[in-house]
């Protein structure tokens, strides 16, 4: 099956950085392609939202709150999808997910997968 590991993340001071990645595995042979991958985000007590996706020909999407702060990238060799965050606020607290767009083997329909998430807190 399909997995998608998540790195980075922790907690860091307002105005700070963080990097965030993302790597997607089969347990056997090797994923038949991955089409988008991103970055969502869900904070307490609210519903998850986006963040930023990427397509596998490079096309990228943001939302307004995290523009010009956060720059969202990929590896396809490497089936990895990286996000990294500058001059954090404390509204971006939240945990992180990866979600990606994979068609697992030639004969499969594509699906959406999730990574497990992991918390970013920024501190005032």
């Known amino acids: 099956q399909v997995q998608l590991e998540e790195s980075g993340g922790g907690l860091v001071q307002a105005g700070g950085s963080l990097s965030l990645s993302c790597a997607a595995s089969?347990?056997?042979?090797?994923?038949?392609?991955?089409?988008?991958m991103g970055w969502y985000r869900q904070a307490p007590g609210k519903q998850r939202e986006l963040v930023a996706t990427i397509t596998s020909g490079g096309s990228i999407n943001y939302a307004d709150s995290v523009k010009g702060r956060f720059t969202i990238s990929r590896d396809n060799a490497k089936n990895t999808v990286y996000l990294q965050m500058n001059s954090l606020k404390p509204d971006d607290t939240a945990v992180y997910y990866c979600n990606a767009d994979i068609r697992y083997r030639r004969w499969l329909k594509s699906r959406d997968y999730w990574g497990q998430g992991t918390q970013v807190t920024v501190s005032s």
């Open positions: 089969a347990a056997s042979e090797s994923i038949f392609s991955i089409n988008t």
